[in-house]
């Protein structure tokens, strides 16, 4: 199934938005995405879907904007937003499609030029056409997964307790790696509420420590790591990130009572034993 995007302020349907790469103030890409599923304490094998769409991170106070491809989609909107770190940019739809061929058939890359028009709707002299060559081709990226250990273990999570969060490393050695959490408003994560977590790692990293409280009692989450590697460079009109993500489930366990409260529950209950004892003794 397709996941909810927190990072576009619609919640549309789509993919978690990672941000992107440290780029100098002024930037315009093309995100690719290979999306999987985890389901189980197995790596998935297989995608599910391949996502493609378009992020501008200008400087002023851009409202809006388009993007003209050479796909027969033709122009894709750019609307405000926050990326997966909650910085504001503007961010279009995502594409989805079945397969990379179909996406590469909609949005070509291979030196294929995209036109970005970014929209000042409080000083129009301000707006701004920036074009950009997507020369990806492909990225030798492995399929994230949570571990077995890791995936068992945040079924029925502890909140209060701390949390390692490990996964397999991959086998790029350029590769960034993500991890992001949202928190869901049902069991299915159909829908998001707001950003719980969200850390990066150099390449190498096999694991994310996450503290005690980071997460509510009885909340369902989703978690998405990432291994991403950017093609082209930042702020020369060819930039484009290519990310594989794995997407998974959990729910944390529901609030255990305090020491304190088992005591007074205990207390009270022994009360009553006493009180119903002497009751019928009386009658």
């Known amino acids: 199934m397709n996941f909810r995007t927190l990072a576009l302020c619609s919640l549309a349907a789509g993919t978690l938005v990672r941000p992107a790469a440290a780029t100098p103030l002024f930037s315009v890409d093309i995100q690719r995405t290979t999306l999987y599923n985890q389901t189980s304490g197995t790596a998935p094998a297989s995608p599910s879907n391949v996502a493609v769409f378009f992020e ?92 077995s250990t890791t995936w068992n273990g945040l079924q029925g999570l502890d909140p209060t307790t701390d949390f390692t969060f490990s996964y397999n490393a991959d086998t790029n050695p350029d590769a960034l790696d993500f991890l992001e959490i949202v928190q869901c408003s049902d069991p299915s994560c159909n829908n998001f509420v707001s950003l719980t977590y969200f850390n990066s790692a150099s390449p190498g990293n096999t694991s994310f420590d996450l503290p005690a409280d980071t997460f509510l009692p009885g909340t369902p989450y989703l978690a998405a790591l990432f291994f991403t ?41 022994a009360g009553l034993a006493i009180w119903l004892r002497r009751a019928t003794r009386a009658d």
């Open 56 to 147: 501008a991170d200008p400087p002023g106070d851009f409202t809006s904007g388009s993007v003209d491809s050479p796909s027969t989609l033709n122009v894709a909107q750019l609307s405000p937003g926050l990326d997966g770190g909650g910085n504001p940019d503007l961010l279009s739809m995502e594409f989805d499609f079945g397969s990379e061929s179909d996406a590469l058939a909609q949005f070509p890359n291979g030196g294929a030029t995209y036109t970005f028009h970014l929209v000042d709707s409080n000083n129009t002299a301000e707006n701004t056409d920036v074009s950009m060559q997507d020369i990806s081709t492909s990225a030798t990226l492995g399929t994230p997964a949570a571990t």
């Open 229 to 269: 590697a950017s093609t082209g460079v930042p702020n020369t009109g060819t930039l484009t990130e290519l990310s594989n993500e794995t997407n998974m489930t959990f729910e944390t366990m529901t609030s255990i009572p305090e020491p304190g409260t088992w005591l007074f529950l205990l207390t009270g209950l």
